[in-house]
């Protein structure tokens, strides 16, 4: 691992917003709100142990450690969860005998409204995607899983994977500049900030101005 190397849960925060990524990035920044705090109690389950377990037709791992060094992305990450399902045109697993077809499952706390999923889950996802598919030498399959509908929606990465790959690669080399300039970007015309958690931090509120407060402090001088 390097300073190019990056870490693939920073792809989501640049795809939200630059500033955001770079404010947590460049400046080490953080503040949480309920959202976060909801989804990291959300993924906390999921990478507890409990999720994962062997039987006679699949072995399934949760929190797993996945990278691609490869020079066009050189990132890293952590998984929710990797089904290794036995099939006969799979791939072989060190330690299992058989052959297993590989999913990645993401879990996310609120399905979106109007579409099947978020395009700034499917980047993530897709960047675990091209991790697993060079740890395993497969053709992983990708699912985001909702938790308040309960269901699965499968990532369109086969018809669409030149398209997700092109945009993660553009993602990363932008990404890259930020840090090499260790640059704030400005905010986005027309960006939502009401829902993040950095909002007070990015853009702090100023004490409204106070003749009153002025006139005490300086009574308090006085007094002394």
Known sequence: MNDRTINIR???????????????????????????????LQHQHVHDGSHCYSDSKKIVRSDISVYNDDEDYDIFGVTDC??????????????????FEVSIIEYKPKAPKGYDFNETDAIQVFAQKICVDSVW????????????????????????????????????????????????????????????????????KEKKYCVRDIIMSQKGAEAK
């Open 10 to 40: 920073s792809i989501q925060h640049y795809m939200y917003c630059p500033r955001r990524f770079a404010l947590l990035e460049v400046n080490n920044d953080w503040q949480e709100n309920a959202f976060v705090v909801k989804a990291n």
């Open 82 to 99: 990797i089904e290794f399902v036995r099939s006969e045109s799979g791939i072989s697993i060190n330690g299992h005998e058989g052959l």
């Open 137 to 204: 030498n497969c053709k992983s399959e990708a699912y985001i899983y909702y938790a308040d509908i309960r269901k699965r929606v499968k990532l369109p990465f086969d018809s669409e994977y030149q398209k997700y790959d092109d945009m993660l690669k553009r993602f990363l080399s932008e990404m890259r500049e930020i840090l090499e300039e260790k640059r704030i970007p400005q905010r986005r015309k027309n960006q939502k900030c009401s829902g993040c958690s950095m909002a007070d931090i990015c853009f702090p």
